[in-house]
T-cell receptor, first 113, second 114 residues
């Protein structure tokens, strides 16, 4: 069953803690993306990676970090430097550069308690 | 800088009516314009997309109208149904760019009343 798996679905974090959100894909897509979704703000790009071992900052990268050691995996770490981390986080993939349709995971809802 | 502006922010339509959502873009290098549909608690899914070589694309009850000179495109949902109630995002992309990424509008929450 091909697709994108994000885990966990819900995540609670204490202030000052780092947390890592998982994104795994078996679509054999080259490019992967992390978006943050807040009410009324749409989808804002955090980081993206077009190939393994390479990634670029998106529009709101401050307080986040990523790695792309494997084609299938693109984990996102929300660090304690992120001042307002409570949000819905979405991982997406595309077959490659300029390849059209983006496929999204089901999202992780992060709440700071 | 908001490169894709979407309106309205929310829309209420009666069952059987026409829903219209509009988007405007600034970057003339954009050459791919998709619309995504998102249900609560789920990830967005591609609904329909258009490239600027055509002015209209229809798939079932969903139609994209594209006006290249005005740098605008819109989604029309004919015979709107309660099951269409969702958030809709327009997006744009420069598929020939070196750093490929979609730029999204802020979304429209559509409610279709029965």
């Amino acid at each position: 069953d091909g697709g994108i798996t994000q885990s966990p679905k819900y995540l609670f974090r204490k202030e000052g803690q780092n947390v890592t959100l998982s994104c795994e894909q078996n679509l054999n897509h080259d490019a992967m993306y992390w978006y943050r979704q807040d009410p009324g703000q749409g989808l804002r790009l955090i980081y993206y990676s077009q190939i393994v071992n390479d990634f670029q900052k998106g529009d709101i990268a401050e307080g986040y970090s990523v790695s792309r050691e494997k084609k299938e995996s693109f984990p996102l770490t929300v660090t304690s430097a992120q001042k307002n981390p409570t949000a819905f986080y979405l991982c997406a993939t595309t077959p490659g550069a300029g390849a059209g349709e983006a496929f999204f995971g089901q999202g992780t809802r992060l709440t700071v308690v | 800088q908001q490169q894709v502006k979407q309106s309205p922010q929310s829309l209420i339509v009666q069952k059987g009516g026409i829903s219209i959502i509009n988007c405007a873009y600034e970057n003339t290098a954009f050459d791919y314009f998709p619309w995504y549909q998102q249900f609560p608690g789920k990830g967005p899914a591609l609904l329909i997309a258009i490239r600027p070589d055509v002015s209209e694309k229809k798939e079932g009850r969903f139609t994209i109208s594209f006006n290249k000179s005005a740098k605008q495109f819109s989604l029309h949902i004919m015979d709107s149904q309660p099951g269409d109630s969702a958030t809709y995002f327009c997006a744009a992309e420069n598929s020939g760019g070196s750093n490929y990424k979609l730029t999204f509008g802020k979304g429209t929450l559509l409610t279709v009343n029965p």
